[in-house]
């Protein structure tokens, strides 16, 4: 089977770093009309110039509802359907601190970048994916946070794991239109918003890197990979399903690897430096 998406019609939200840029560039090699949401305009104007006239690139805050309509009309106006729609816009927001300490606008500022905008953006986007005909695909990136609890995070993994039920009922609803929904769900990747050198102390990367089973964090184009999967003819017969893109951290559960690479469900403790 070859993989391609020639002919398709392809919007990706969040598209201008990290992993939306990313899958903007793996669909663009396989031949898809790309078609960007981002609300950066210095990052606009940056993919206009690298992928040139062929490409719609729109500065567009998601969280807005008429931004969001004068997208969906932009796309109706070059294109006249859409084949393919990647929710991606997300974020932690920088907040991390217990229930207690969250204000009403913590909490509706999580709900707008990491949910609501998935419900304004598909519902706009649903008429130009039927005027296609020919079915499509919807993918919504969500995390793996979204499948495990989280403290001083709980707004962003309660509305995280909402993604995986906006996901599987929309799946159901857009079924007898032959549009497939499902979701990828990162763990840690270095990306601009999560930049790992600044995260990890240096020196403690490999030892970093021993907390996964795969033994890395993840990089945008494991994401990229998967995205692909779910948009191409590969994955005909998937949706209202979730794709872990996590080097198995999930599985992984409460165990932990020892230095010689053994598994051990007890609390690992380093013989201590003497000074």
Request: charged residues 20%; contains cysteine.
């Amino acid at each position: 089977m070859k993989i391609t998406l020639e002919g398709k019609i392809a919007l990706i939200t969040g598209g201008g770093a990290g992993i939306g840029r990313a899958i903007v560039a793996a669909y663009a090699d396989l031949g898809a009309k790309i078609v960007v949401a981002d609300v950066d305009p210095g990052k606009c104007e940056r993919l206009r110039t690298e992928l040139g006239d062929g490409a719609l690139v729109i500065e567009t805050d998601v969280r807005d509802p008429a931004a969001v309509e004068l997208l969906r009309q932009a796309i109706a106006d070059r294109h006249g359907r859409l084949d393919i729609l990647v929710n991606n816009v997300g974020h932690h927001l920088g907040t991390f601190k217990p229930l207690t300490e969250l204000s009403d606008e913590d909490i509706d500022a999580q709900y707008a970048i990491n949910l609501r905008h998935m419900f304004l953006v598909t519902r706009a986007m649903i008429p130009l994916m039927r005027a296609a005909g020919g079915g499509g695909s919807i993918i919504n990136l969500s995390s793996i946070e979204g499948f495990r609890g989280c403290p001083y995070n709980v707004a962003y993994t309660t509305f995280k794991h909402a993604v995986t039920g906006f996901t599987r009922a929309m799946s159901l609803e857009l079924a007898n239109d032959l549009i497939r929904v499902n979701l990828i769900a990162p763990e840690t990747t270095d990306t601009e918003q999560v930049p790992l050198d600044l995260s990890i102390k240096p020196g403690f990367r490999e030892d970093a890197n021993r907390t996964l089973p795969l033994n890395r964090f993840g990089r945008p184009e494991d994401h990229a990979g998967a995205a692909v999967y779910l948009a191409t003819e590969l994955s005909s017969w998937v949706t209202g399903t979730e794709m872990l893109v996590d080097g198995g951290s999930l599985t992984q559960n409460i165990f932990k690897r020892t230095a010689d690479g053994a598994w051990t469900v007890m609390p690992l403790v380093r013989e201590s430096c003497s000074y």
